[in-house]
Nanobody, 124 residues
Framework: QLQLVESGGGLVQPGGSLRLSCAAP????????IGWFRQAPGKEREGVSD????????NYADSVKGRFTISRDNAKNTVYLQMNSLKPEDTAIYFC?????????????????WGQGTQVTVSS
């Protein structure tokens, strides 16, 4: 079964940057839309961004537009989330997810496969 592995989380000061990566050893992600979701303590999980299988279409939550950028390198079988100008409210566990569809919708119910998450903490 498809398993996703996130990496790149950590502790960063407000205004700093991190780049998250999502990979699936043993599988090709070429036919999947890939999304990033996050869950902060005491809050519901929310969609952050996703990208179509070709990389041609993307979606972003209003709270991260202009600060985060999603991209993919299908040759490396990896999807990235570049996070700039980080704020304390970005603190959450970030999950990578794959949808068995080429389309990017940022609808959680479209995503069937999930990684274990990586912690992002933004604190001064």
């Amino acid at each position: 079964q498809l398993q996703l592995v996130e990496s790149g989380g950590g502790l960063v000061q407000p205004g700093g940057s991190l780049r998250l990566s999502c990979a699936a050893p043993g599988f090709t992600l070429d036919y999947y839309a890939i999304g990033w979701f996050r869950q902060a303590p005491g809050k519901e999980r929310e969609g952050v961004s996703d990208i179509s299988s070709s990389g041609g279409s993307t979606n972003y939550a209003d709270s991260v537009k202009g600060r985060f950028t999603i991209s993919r390198d299908n040759a490396k079988n990896t999807v990235y989330l570049q996070m700039n100008s980080l704020k304390p409210e970005d603190t959450a566990i970030y999950f990578c997810a794959a949808a068995p569809s080429p389309l990017a919708t940022l609808r959680e119910d479209e995503y069937d496969y999930w990684g274990q998450g990586t912690q992002v903490t933004v604190s001064s």
